[in-house]
């Protein structure tokens, strides 16, 4: 059920502010994606194209291809919900929903999706807490506020709510980089274990952790403050961080700038 | 300042609080003295006023608080230290402009209760005026309890979901020219005098098509006040909602209206009912439009569409205008009885924002 991405040409814009210029990459199914890049070279941008979330973003516009498999996210005719149902999203900061119980957040996406029997629900929604080894921590507490939660937790909580739904794809914003070190190897252990269902994309800041959890890395830079950011190389995570064909790849991943 | 006293007493309490330096000490007055210096300030005001001949207990007040403040500084000064000093002169200026805005509120509450209570009983609450002269004591405001529960009920009815929907897409939909005209509207009504609202209203719904007064007629005028209101606070409490939790709906494929409603209402539910209920109280006491639309009335009216109703506002107003004895008490009982009114329903509206809150952070 994962998807393949193939991405073509694609620009994003803010207003008249272009944030990215002319990326085209492809995406491995059942695979991880790692996205690396000094802070405003546009990987949120990036990753938020890839599930019509940007043009939430008020200006927010898109130029370029996106194929999910062989479908294009902005052909004419494709409704943008249907798109946030097949390509799922972690934010950076968890923000799981302050008026539901925990049950009722990793309910939330399925509820309207029609599936509205409480013994359908109850099934995904334990499904979906295993499947982000979750469910032996709340499975007592299902019916308490969602916010009660440590960090780490909420944010295994955000990422069950995001594949209660099936989504094809996982986009994953520095979904570690409000979390101490135990909850971050947790959710790393999370996404080796879900990329045998989904296909994952994830940005990141921690160099390590691009190395430990993907098999693919883009790097992106930009060539000055206020310029678009671009795609410098995409290459098998080994390479990029042992012998990447790129120069300022190099200068990155070992510190000399950015 | 009393915050730094205790910690300061629980250090020397503690064990170990012999070994804090001594530079760091420093002489105290005792915390008994802006008390002491209150009482003392008040008996000297008060000697200075009955010794000068001065009728006005709002000067002896005056002198009294000047007392109290020079001689906090001048003592503290001398005590403490110009820091000190300086920090209990803000202090007891604070206190003083706290007792300047409390002293009116609460001869306000006293003044109504004391005078309210004499005839405000059962019968009261549960009669008419019926045929009774206005002259004669009796009678009660169970017509004016009516009509002001239908006509602010009927104009909430009204208001709340334009306001609120108004609101929902000035903040969640709304760019653009429209958006900024509908702003702009929004503040002009904002600025509409009771009076004007009920002109209108008179103009058309009386004058141009011809019905009569009703409940229903003063509803429409309190709306048309009442829709500013619960727009800007239903606006505001939408604004506090993050953004962030309108994009993880939107992002697991919720589509925006079920977002709204299931999300962002939700989680600002609380101070939406705050605002309408705000709104509610502040319409409550309308004496104008209610004259000009509803007319009062001194008989029972539970039909709010047809024919004149009393509201409890302008029955304050009529019975003042009797000038009696008995209309007096009248008068200050109906008072008390809309002021019972609206604060009951602020004490609503916090129960219920407290209780709708969302959870912040751990539980
Ligand atoms: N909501 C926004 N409105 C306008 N510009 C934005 C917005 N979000 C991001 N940008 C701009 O887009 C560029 C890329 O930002 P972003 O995608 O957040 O970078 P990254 O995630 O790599 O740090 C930056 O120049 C930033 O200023
Ligand atoms: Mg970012």
Redesign the pocket.
């Known amino acids: 059920m994962a998807k393949r991405i193939d991405v073509s040409g694609l620009s994003a814009f ?2 008249n ?1 272009k ?2 210029d002319d990326i085209s990459m492809s995406v491995e199914p059942r695979s991880v994606t790692a ?1 690396i ?12 194209t890839l599930n019509r979330m940007h043009e939430v ?4 516009r898109v130029e370029g291809k996106v194929l999910l498999d062989d479908e294009d996210l902005y052909g004419p005719g494709v409704d943008p919900v249907a798109v946030r149902r097949t390509v799922g999203m972690v934010f950076q900061r968890p923000n799981p929903f302050p008026t539901m119980s925990i049950f009722d957040n990793v309910a939330a996406g399925l509820r309207l999706n029609g599936t509205t029997k409480k013994s359908d629900l109850t099934d995904i929604v334990e499904k979906s807490l295993k499947g982000a080894n979750l469910w032996n921590e709340v499975k007592d507490r299902l019916n308490k506020p969602g916010s009660g939660l440590s960090g780490g937790q909420q944010q295994r909580l955000c990422i069950a709510r995001a594949i209660a739904v099936a989504p094809q794809v996982l986009l994953m ?2 979904p570690c980089s409000a979390l101490d070190p135990i909850s971050t190897l947790a959710v790393e252990d999370l996404i080796g274990e879900l990329k045998e269902r989904f296909t994952i994309v994830i ?1 990141t800041h921690n160099m390590q952790q691009a190395a430990r959890v993907s098999d693919r890395t883009a790097f ?1 830079n ?1 060539s000055a ?2 310029q ?2 671009t795609l410098v190389e995409i290459d098998d995570t080994e390479r990029i961080f042992s012998n990447p064909s790129v120069q300022a790849t190099e200068d990155y991943i070992s510190g000399r700038f950015g | 300042m009393s915050d730094v006293m205790t910690e300061r007493q629980a250090l020397a309490d503690r064990p170990g609080g012999t070994s804090v330096p001594v530079s760091l000490k420093q002489a105290r007055l005792p915390r008994w003295t802006p008390a002491a210096l209150a009482l003392a300030s008040a008996a000297v005001g008060c000697g200075i006023g009955l010794a000068a001949g001065l009728d006005s207990r709002v000067q002896w007040g005056l002198i009294a608080a000047l007392l109290f403040v020079v001689g906090t500084f001048v003592l503290s000064a001398a005590v403490e230290g110009a820091r000190q000093a300086k920090d209990r002169l803000a202090t007891g200026l604070v206190w003083i402009a706290f007792l300047l805005a409390v002293i009116p509120l609460a001869s306000l509450l006293w003044e109504t209760v004391a005078r309210g209570s004499k005839v405000l009983d059962g019968y009261f609450l549960s009669h008419s005026m019926g045929t009774l002269p206005d002259a004669l004591p009796g009678g009660g405001i169970y017509h004016a309890i009516i009509g002001t529960l239908e006509q602010v009920g009927l104009a909430t009815l009204i208001a709340a979901p334009l306001g609120l929907f108004t609101a929902i897409y000035l903040v969640e939909y709304g760019r653009g020219r429209l958006a900024k005209a509908v702003t702009f509207f929004v503040d002009v009504m904002t600025g509409i005098p009771s009076i004007v609202a009920g002109l209108f209203v008179l103009s058309i719904w009386i004058l141009i098509l011809g019905f009569g007064p009703s409940g229903f007629a003063g509803a429409m005028a309190l709306a048309i006040l009442m829709v500013p209101v619960v727009v800007r606070s239903t606006e505001e409490m939408l604004k506090l909602v993050p953004n962030e939790l309108r994009e993880a709906s939107l992002a697991l494929g919720v589509p925006k209206w079920r977002t709204i409603l299931k999300v962002v209402l939700p989680t600002s539910i609380g101070g939406i009912t705050t605002g309408v209920m705000l709104a509610v109280a502040r319409i409550a006491g309308e004496t104008a439009p209610v004259m000009l639309l509803v007319w009062g009335a001194k008989t029972i009216n539970t039909n709010p569409f047809q024919d004149a109703q009393q509201s409890l506002p302008l029955y304050v107003f009529q019975q003042w205008q009797q000038g009696s004895e008995a209309s007096y008490d009248r008068a200050w009982a109906a008072a008390l009885v809309l002021i019972a009114f609206v604060m009951i329903l602020n004490l609503v509206a916090r129960g219920i924002a407290r209780w709708k809150a969302p959870r912040g952070g751990r539980s």
């Open positions: 803010y207003g502010h944030a990215i996205f890049g000094p802070s405003g070279c546009g990987k949120s941008t990036f990753l938020r973003t008020p200006g927010g914003d520095e940005v992106f930009l403050v206020g678009p950011g």
